[in-house]
């Protein structure tokens, strides 16, 4: 059974970059059998699909985070991280991390994702 746990500072000052870590246990993240995907959540909004990277390390960004968004594979830690660039306050909200045995970008149905972490709260503020 695949499990995730999202792990990451809860705070961030704004100019910098957000790091997050998504770490899988109960299956390798270089299996065709997933596909790693990226949401978050703003404090009373609805879900926004990030990014997801297949198991062969191809990654795919939502259009809106593309020039700041970066999302990759520690294959040695079975880790797949997301690095944000350039953080305002509007980049406060709760990452998850979410698995999905197909592809389909941009998707914020949650019975689309097979498993989901617990999410990490992060806030930007000064």
């Known amino acids: 059974q695949v499990q995730l746990q999202e792990s990451g500072p809860g705070l961030v000052k704004p100019s910098q970059t957000l790091s997050l870590t998504c770490t899988v246990s109960g299956a390798s993240i270089r299996t065709e059998s997933y596909f790693w995907n990226w949401l978050r959540q703003p404090p009373g909004k609805g879900l926004e699909w990030m990014g997801v990277i297949s198991g062969s390390g191809s990654a795919w960004y939502s259009p809106s985070l593309k020039n700041r968004l970066s999302i990759s594979m520690d294959t040695s830690k079975n880790q797949v991280t997301l690095q944000l660039l350039s953080v305002t306050p509007e980049d406060t909200a709760m990452y998850y991390c979410?698995?999905?045995?197909?592809?389909?970008?941009?998707?914020?149905?949650?019975?689309?994702?097979?498993?989901w972490g617990e999410g990490t709260l992060v806030t930007v503020s000064e």
């Open positions: 979410a698995a999905a045995k197909t592809f389909i970008m941009s998707s914020t149905t949650k019975d689309h994702y097979d498993t």
